[in-house]
């Protein structure tokens, strides 16, 4: 294959390759809304017709619902679905950065695809998402996996039908990643992958800096969708018979910040009247959560009651050097509050162990937390550095098998209060929303609660998408089991 040396890609991608000291600058401009579908060309409405295309995803809900854009977008232009790589004619891998075995997986993925290039040199491979954000990854692909035909950005995932048009007539790999973020973009089409759940974005980007994270670089400044906009699209939702909503954002708090004396409390309050039975927000940081949306979240029985509330570690000193703005002491503050005032309140945290030079006493802050908050459940992370963010740049001087071993001794933790919580709901009865089959046995139906509890009952397949009580029979660290009443 064809070689290409680091000054020839500076010149043939100037402009459209990413690079991250543009992707840390924050414009004052506000962005421009605009019509997605008026972007779409005419002459490329029927380009994809009679091929098939798939998306293998990676990373967070952001990604996800990326992806039903993306879907959208395609079945807009002709294509069809297909979960099966060797059939597709346009396989899109739309990839996560946030840590290193993230991007090894889709390395892997990519080197995968290597030989089906090769039997089939006129099927189209593309890298999207969070990785492609990223001026090392993207130089990789263009020199090591130069069989891949098309690079597209966060920013320019409207663009996808000219850049498959793009793509099919360049013998090139065609490379447009924009680092600074443009406008929002309405009005695109979507193919949800549910009928009865959806993602609704609220807002994009992330300022808040966390000195470990590369979310700020590859997702841009935080801009707030209009009100309207997504109040029209919960409306729809609702019109549509759709059951749960979740509102995302990298740090959905910080909704508003940006406009005209209208707050996340005031969007959630909306939102809530509308009357889909269920609304979710995700992820919440403790920075921007006033008591403000707390009353909203204990006023509305539609509001569910569960809280995805990142602490990150236990340890002030750790807290500080992470850029977490908040105390040990402030967390628990906002974390009681909101246990006192939402009965119920099922909580979830991301913990990372092992930060740069974390000694054990501070690890073990981490743990008197957790003891403290006895989350219903954790994820929980190796820090993993990230190229270009401050923590990289940090020396460390934790071995690796300290590291490990502070995870496993923290998810012991995590595994015996999931259990307790759990266990506390043997005898309630729950209401569960039915997905579908469980992915373990296809003889059982699975759902979740209002507490965002994974049930499992016996049941007839025309409950799916419907919200039943369940009384829990038995109870799992992570599952519940138990049996439909009326
Ligand atoms: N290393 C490990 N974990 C990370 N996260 C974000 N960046 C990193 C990193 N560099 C975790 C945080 C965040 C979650 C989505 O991923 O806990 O809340
Ligand atoms: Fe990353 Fe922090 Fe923003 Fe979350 S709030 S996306 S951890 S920078």
Known sequence: MKKINEATIKKRFEGTAPDMRSAKKRSKTAPTVIDGEALIPNHLVNIGAGKLYCIQTYGCQMNEHDTEIMSGLLEMIGYTSTDVVEDADIVILNTCAIRENAENKVFGKIGSLKHLKKENPEK??????????????????????????????????????????????????????????????????????????????????????CTYCIVPYTRGKERSRMPKDILDEIQELKDQDYKEITLLGQNVNAYGKDLDAYSMANLLEDVAKIGIPRVRFTTSHPWDFDSEMIDVIAKYDNIMPQMHLPVQSGNNEILKIMGRNYTREKYLELFDELKAKIPGLATSTDIIVGYPNETEEQFLDTLSIYDYCQYDTAFTFVYSPREGTPAAKMDDNVDLSVKKDRLYRLNEKVKFYANQNNQAMVGKTLKVLIDGPSQKDETILAGYSEELKLVHIKGDESLIGQIVNVKITEAKSFNLYGELVE
């Open 124 to 209: 189209i491979f593309a890298v999207c998402g969070c990785m492609s954000q990223e001026e090392d990854v993207v130089t990789t692909l263009l020199t090591k996996y130069n069989y891949i035909d098309l690079i597209f950005g966060t920013h320019n995932i409207h663009r996808l039908p000219s850049l498959i048009d793009d793509a099919m007539k360049s013998k090139a790999m065609v490379v447009e990643v924009w680092s600074q973020e443009g406008d929002i973009v309405e009005n695109l089409p979507r193919e949800r992958a549910s009928k009865t759940k959806a993602w609704v974005n609220i807002i994009y980007g992330c300022d808040k800096f």
